[in-house]
């Protein structure tokens, strides 16, 4: 049973506009949370991570929060941008173990 | 650039082949990993080797083995492989094998077993 869910396969926003990426978790045990961001034809890499004594974590454009109440995590992209067009995996894990991912949500910011 | 580079981008196989997958970590990390990726599923992580150890095996079937020669190289060889195999395979690494550790990932093997 997935442990990590991303009930929206695909968003589309317009340039400019907030980028909301949602992301569920059902392990209340998870304290460590993290978003990849990946290209076609290229591996995810890293964008945001958060811990779970934090319920917020901005780095630029990109605010990651966490309602550990919910269990559920989600990624505000502001002002959304053509080059952000991607697929965003968020993860989540129990510190010194693995990763468990979801199956991403493809999004496309239309200029 | 992420320091992690794959071969064969793309690999068609039959089910009776022999195939190797190849990953490089140009990073200077202690951890790799291989994980699988199917249509419309999660990354599922396979192996996980720390100084060239072995320390996670996800009950992946014994058709898939993994070999880390040093730190820096990772194989998975495939034999008797089934369809539903099928997959875009991705290594990644870390610095170590602490799940606070960002990984970096590599393009991935697309695979396809006839």
């Known amino acids: 049973d997935q442990q990590v869910k991303q009930n929206s396969p695909s968003l589309s926003v317009q340039e400019g506009r907030i980028s909301i990426l949602n992301c569920d978790y059902t392990?209340?045990?998870?304290?460590?949370f993290l978003w990849y961001k990946k290209y076609p034809a290229e591996g995810p890499t890293f964008l945001i991570s958060?811990?779970?004594?934090?319920d917020k974590n901005e780095d630029g454009r990109f605010t990651v929060f966490l309602n550990k109440s919910a269990k559920h995590l989600s990624l505000h992209i502001v002002p959304s941008q053509p080059g952000d067009s991607a697929v965003y995996f968020c993860?989540?894990?129990?510190?010194?173990?693995?990763?468990?991912f979801g199956t991403g949500t493809s999004l496309t910011v239309i200029p | 650039e992420t320091g992690v580079t794959q071969t064969p981008r793309h690999l068609v196989m039959g089910m009776t082949n022999k195939k190797s997958l190849k990953c490089e970590q140009h990073?200077?990390?202690?951890?790799m990993y291989w994980y699988k990726q199917s249509a419309k599923k999660p990354l599922e992580l396979m192996f996980v080797?720390?100084?060239?150890?072995?320390?996670e095996n996800n009950s992946v079937p014994s058709r898939f083995s993994p070999e880390c020669p040093n730190s820096s190289h990772l194989f998975l060889h495939l034999h008797t492989l089934q369809p539903e195999d099928s997959a875009l395979y991705l290594c990644?690494?870390?610095?170590?094998?602490?799940?606070?550790?960002?990984?970096?990932f590599g393009p991935g093997t697309r695979l396809l077993v006839l």
């Open positions: 990644a690494s870390s610095q170590d094998w602490q799940a606070t550790e960002t990984q970096y």
């Open positions: 392990n209340s045990m998870f304290d460590y």
């Open positions: 958060i811990s779970s004594i934090k």
């Open positions: 993860a989540a894990s129990i510190v010194g173990n693995q990763f468990y």
């Open positions: 990073l200077g990390h202690n951890a």
């Open positions: 080797y720390s100084l060239e150890e072995r320390v």
